[in-house]
Nanobody, 122 residues
Framework: QVQLVESGGGLVQAGGSLRLSCVAS????????MDWFRQGPGKERDFVAA????????SYAHSVKGRFTISRDNAKNTVYLEMNSLKPEDTAIYYC???????????????WGKGTLVTVSS
């Protein structure tokens, strides 16, 4: 029922910033919590950030806390991930995900986007 399309990935130098967007299809966007995950080559898909359906609650992985900000605009069916002070270790494919509850667990994800690649060079 939900299709997610990420955008905004690209190449950025260490210390730079990038904003990712994820647009959801349908008109039930606000009923889902939204998460961002990321996956580097040969690595597991790891949690990055989560936001509740209303936007009132957020959660971040320790590795990105203070550098990344998740937000959403339910009128636009869009969730964002603003990434600042980027490090080479942030290089990964970033996926947005729709979740029926506020969660940081990939097992709670109902729908995945196809991802957008972020490459941070040194």
């Amino acid at each position: 029922q939900v299709q997610l399309v990420e955008s905004g990935g690209g190449l950025v130098q260490a210390g730079g910033s990038l904003r990712l967007s994820c647009v959801a299809s349908g008109r039930t966007f606000s009923s889902y919590a939204m998460d961002w995950f990321r996956q580097g080559p040969g690595k597991e898909r790891d949690f990055v950030a989560a936001i509740s359906g209303s936007g009132g609650l957020t959660s971040y992985a320790h590795s990105v806390k203070g550098r990344f900000t998740i937000s959403r605009d339910n009128a636009k069916n869009t969730v964002y991930l603003e990434m600042n002070s980027l490090k080479p270790e942030d290089t990964a494919i970033y996926y947005c995900a729709a979740v029926r509850k506020f969660s940081s667990r990939s097992t709670d994800v109902d729908y995945w986007g196809k991802g957008t690649l972020v490459t941070v060079s040194s």
